[in-house]
């Protein structure tokens, strides 16, 4: 499970090779759960956060959910896809699906 973990680092330290990498450890019918925040709901609101994030030395890496759906590469994505985490398999349905800013996904390794 990478629940808001991969948000801490940036593209050139490997994230997706760091991905690729536990994957690779782990034996067939294992599952990846990711959830990610974006700037695809809300770009403005997202680079506020990540410049004050940056201001207390954190780092803050919102992506696409392109982006995303990339370290999923190679595994089976289970329904309802790569999607709002607000919406995935949610009990009842949610006013503002895009409210949270995450994508969420879950991934079955053939």
Known sequence: MLVAILMYFNDDEGGYDWVATLVDALPSGSYLTITHPTGDFNPAATRGAVTAAAQTGITLVPR???????????????NPGVVPVLTWQPDELVDDPEGAWYWAGVARKP
Do not use: D, N, P
């Open 64 to 78: 696409s959910k392109a982006q995303v759906e990339r370290f999923f590469e190679g595994l089976e994505i289970v």
